[in-house]
């Protein structure tokens, strides 16, 4: 085989076993299991939240933070949906990611419904790929009697006791400039 083929086969492994790790961290969340949501992240890992609610530094500070988290959440469910996987050209050894999700959970006696992303990045040590980083962005998370009116507002993050505007797409350039495209033509 061709260094290039080799390489085009090392690019699909890794996708897929980054798209495992993505499922992993779902069911570790969902079902509580702390063993395997250590063994996703790297010791150096972060996790954070946009909105500052969630911070997590190193393998340590991400499981005392995701203990926290665990203490008020009674159940919770993950999906995933589409993920855009990026190796990187020049070390095929790190990668980064955009993750779409959709979650529901029961929390301190709420039930609430959220969509938001992961901007991850990915490495791989020693043959394993691991998450570096996790920065989760929410469209909406809010709770469910309020669903149905919470989409036509700015304010669609409502999980904390008061409405605060949401991490997208507002935020996004491409979002408030999209007319422009179609002007210019």
Same mark, same amino acid.
């Given at each position: 085989m %061709?260094?290039d083929?080799l390489?085009?086969i090392?690019?699909l492994?890794?996708? #897929?076993?980054?798209? /495992?790790?993505i499922?992993q961290y779902?069911?570790?969340?969902? @079902?509580?299991d702390?063993?395997l949501?250590?063994s996703?992240? %790297?010791?150096?890992?972060? =996790?954070r939240s946009a909105?500052g609610?969630?911070?997590?530094e190193?393998?340590?500070g991400?499981?005392?933070?995701y203990?926290?988290r665990f203490e008020?959440?009674?159940?919770s469910?993950?999906w995933t949906?589409?993920a855009?996987?990026?190796? @990187?050209?020049n070390?095929p #050894?790190?990668?980064?990611?955009e993750?779409?999700?959709h979650?529901?959970? /029961?929390? #301190?006696g709420q %039930?609430l ?5 992961y901007e991850?990045?990915? =490495?791989r %040590? ?5 998450f ?8 909406y998370?809010?709770?469910v009697e309020e669903?149905g009116?919470?989409?036509?507002s700015d304010?669609?993050m409502?999980?904390?006791g008061?409405r605060?505007?949401s991490?997208?797409?507002e935020?996004y350039?491409?979002?408030? #400039?999209?007319?422009? /495209?179609?002007?210019a033509?």
């Open positions: %061709t260094d083929i390489d085009r090392d690019r492994e890794s996708r #897929n076993e980054i798209l /495992h790790i499922a779902c069911k570790s969340c969902d @079902d509580r702390v063993p949501l250590r996703i992240f %790297t010791e150096d890992a972060t =996790v909105d609610m969630m911070v997590g190193g393998i340590d991400i499981m005392e933070m203990r926290k008020v959440l009674d159940i469910v993950h949906h589409d855009i996987i990026e190796i @990187d050209p070390d #050894n790190k990668g980064k990611g993750v779409f999700c979650a529901e959970a /029961h929390r #301190n %039930t419904v959220g969509s938001l992303r991850d990045e990915y =490495v %040590t020693n043959g394993k790929w691991q570096q980083s996790r920065l989760l962005k929410f469209l998370y809010v709770p669903y009116e919470a989409l036509g304010k669609r409502r999980a904390y008061d605060r505007v991490d997208y797409p935020s350039d491409c979002y408030q #400039n999209w007319a422009t /495209h179609y002007a033509e």
